[in-house]
């Protein structure tokens, strides 16, 4: 589904991937986990389209990512940290990406429950906690039934029981097939939602299998014990 071929990628004189290869299957949840600034973040913004490799290609569906824009239908986005024009409404700023993507929020109101949102419709973005901006962000992301999910941390800031009711729909979807691409810091929520595990030490990946591959080639039981083998 989502591939990355002999892919470059300096900032300044910093050279993060070099020659990097990865390929993530369709219809599985793939968790990219690493340190602070190891390149989880840019990994995923190659794929939107947002960071353009030096040298290489990323493919989504076959559909190389700096040849075409059709592909980005095929993906629902929630960044670390949303952002949208501060004086639009919840609803306004449906309107405009429905607007921009040419399609229709199919999921709206399931999310709006779900995520206990219905009141903040009105309300402008500016205006809103940054937990609400974030669940925003969730909706915006779930609510077109893309087939590809990229999710950054998606429930980091968020209450306890939006952060379970997301997990539960996030698991849901896994379950329908879609393939989920996601990062996180919190080995318990990879247990849960993890099909694959690709790791990162400074743009290399120094893992990329299944979570049980993980486990049995570290000889840990907990996964946070294997990552803490890797790192080690
Ligand atoms: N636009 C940019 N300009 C310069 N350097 C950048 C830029 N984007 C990322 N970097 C650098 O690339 C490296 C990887 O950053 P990235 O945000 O991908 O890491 P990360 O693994 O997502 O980190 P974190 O876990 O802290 O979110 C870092 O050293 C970062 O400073």
């Known amino acids: 589904m ?10 300044g004189k910093k050279k993060l991937f070099q020659n990097l290869h990865l390929e993530l299957k369709e219809g599985k949840t793939t ?7 190891s390149g989880k973040t840019t990994l995923m913004k190659m794929v939107l389209g947002l960071v353009i490799p030096d040298r290489g290609k990323v493919t989504v569906g076959g559909e ?7 592909y980005r239908k095929l993906i629902g986005y929630m960044p670390q940290i949303p952002e949208f024009p501060e004086n639009l409404t919840v609803k306004d700023i449906i309107s405009m990406v429905e607007d921009v993507r040419k399609e229709k929020a199919i999921r709206t109101d399931e999310l709006l429950d779900l995520l206990n949102l219905e009141r903040e419709l009105n309300k402008k973005f500016s205006s809103l906690s940054g937990g609400t901006k974030q669940k925003v962000g969730a909706l915006i ?3 077109f039934d893309a087939p590809l999910l990229i999710l950054d941390e998606p429930l980091v800031g968020l209450d306890p029981i939006s952060a379970y009711r997301l997990k539960g729909f ?6 329908k097939g879609k393939t989920v691409l ?4 919190i080995m ?3 247990e849960e939602l993890a099909d ?3 790791f990162l030490t400074e743009g290399q990946i120094s893992f990329d299998g299944s979570v049980e591959k993980l486990k049995e080639e570290t000889g840990k039981e907990r996964l946070e014990e294997a990552v803490f083998c890797l790192l080690s």
């Open 188 to 190: 318990g929520e990879v």
């Open 170 to 175: 996030i698991l849901e979807e896994k379950r």
């Open 64 to 70: 190389d990512v700096q040849k075409s824009a059709g």
């Open 2 to 11: 989502v591939k990355f071929e002999s892919v470059f990628k300096s900032f």
């Open 182 to 185: 996601y990062i996180s810091h």
């Open 141 to 143: 992301a779930l609510a």
């Open 196 to 198: 694959m595990v690709v």
């Open 31 to 37: 968790a990219i986990l690493g340190p602070n600034g």
